[in-house]
């Protein structure tokens, strides 16, 4: 072979040209023959070897050599062949160029490191995918550890590269390397924060790739699509894709709406502003007209049985409507919302159903519906709730209640 590489030395030599310029040709037209050569290689070796893995991949039951597939893992193994010829056939070439063999090897060496490294990601790449297609690792933060390694894998490179430049030993470079980190700590602060995070998001499984979360600060809510060393990618429900720094998931409050999607329910939880001065004890007339409703008869027949017992037996004057014992249409109406919630379709019976009043304020006295749906799908949530409430708001002027609106006479 070596006779072959010095071939048109010898023939230009033999014609007369000096051995200066018969090195510098021969040098010229031994590269272009094996770029020519390399060329050919690494098309055969895409057609061939390329070729023959893909349509066993497509053919496997192992899905792992599919993403070996889509992340050219096969593509750089064909690189190995081109690389290990270039190698052996170019020191022949330079065999007139003595001084040039030092930079040849350092060279070689840059050549073999970038391909390693582009297998190793590759590789990885494809036991990143093959992992996420597994349900015990959906929700791992599996980009983070990757690339993680992978920065490891590159930091070990540039030492081996920047060693084989220099000619220092990799002692030397990690000697001065100890002397700087406190600059490598200021430099790559962000990335040991957020493998430092992606660890605790891990360990404490704080949050999974499709939880949904909140985080106002950041305009994030939506579910989280990514989870990486540097940050957290989050879909909104307009569709807009929020990023995150995965170390604020530590250091800073945000919501998780996990636990209500594993639970049996969405919670329900909004008030209705009744108007205070329409509050009021309910007249016989009354409670005999509400009788009607079918939800809070027996209801009504009871309790109003018991309370003329009460004030019977206690001799309670009632030309006073405050005296003794009363119905009072806010406190019916409470019931009535209850029994209505307890009898609705959509409303999970094993949950709390509540309904409360809460404090007065100066827009009236909430009376809140805490209660939990058990379709927890945000557009029929949304639903459920709006027909609750459109039947609640068109209920209460049978109880002789009002709800608070702000209009002219208010404002002024």
Request: proline share 2%; charged share 20%; net charge neutral.
């Amino acid at each position: 072979m070596k006779e072959l590489t010095r071939y048109f030395y010898t023939l230009f030599v033999s014609k007369g040209f000096s051995e200066n310029i018969a090195e510098y040709l021969n040098l010229l037209i031994g590269i272009g023959i094996l770029l020519i050569s390399l060329w050919g290689i690494h098309f055969i070796t895409k057609k061939v070897f390329i070729a023959i893995f893909k349509k066993y991949a497509s053919k496997s039951k192992n899905t792992f050599d599919d993403h070996l597939v889509n992340n050219k893992t096969f593509d750089y193994l064909a690189h190995i062949i081109p690389v290990s010829l270039t190698i052996w056939i170019m020191p022949m070439l330079f065999v007139g160029f003595p001084a040039a063999e030092k930079y040849l090897q350092a060279l070689f060496d840059i050549i073999i490191i970038v391909l390693v490294i582009w297998i190793v990601r590759s590789v990885l790449g494809a036991f990143r995918d093959f992992l996420k297609s597994l349900n015990s690792f959906k929700g791992k933060p599996i980009d983070s550890y990757i690339q993680v390694f992978m920065i490891f894998v590159w930091s070990i490179g540039a030492i081996l590269i920047f060693s084989s430049i220099t000619g220092k030993s990799i002692w030397t470079f990690l000697t001065a390397l100890g002397a700087m980190s406190a600059v490598i700590l200021l430099i790559f602060k962000d990335t040991i924060l957020g493998f430092v995070a992606s660890i605790q998001v891990a360990v404490n499984d704080t949050v999974r790739i499709g939880d949904w979360i909140t985080m106002a600060k950041y305009g994030a809510d939506g579910d989280v699509i990514e989870i990486n060393l540097s940050s957290v990618k989050v879909q909104n429900f307009d569709k807009t894709i929020t990023t995150i720094p995965t170390y604020h998931l530590t250091s800073e409050s945000f919501r998780n709406w996990r636990g209500m999607m594993d639970s049996g329910g969405r919670r329900i939880k909004r008030s209705l502003l009744i108007k205070t001065s329409s509050i009021s004890f309910l007249s016989q007339e009354d409670v005999i007209r509400l009788q009607k409703i079918e939800l809070i008869k027996d209801y009504l027949t009871k309790s109003q049985q018991d309370i003329d017992l009460y004030n019977q037996e206690h001799n309670i004057d009632k030309s006073i409507p405050i005296n003794g014992r009363n119905l009072s249409n806010m406190g019916v109406f409470r019931h009535y919302v209850e029994t209505y919630l307890e009898n609705h379709p959509y409303i999970n019976k094993e949950m709390t159903i509540m309904s409360r009043q809460l404090a007065p304020t100066a827009q009236g006295t909430p009376l809140e519906i805490y209660a939990f749906s058990n379709d927890k799908v945000w557009k029929s949530y949304e639903k459920i709730m709006a027909d609750i409430f459109d039947h609640l708001l068109s209920a209460i002027p049978y109880f002789n209640l009002e709800i608070f609106e702000l209009d002219d006479a208010n404002t002024k």
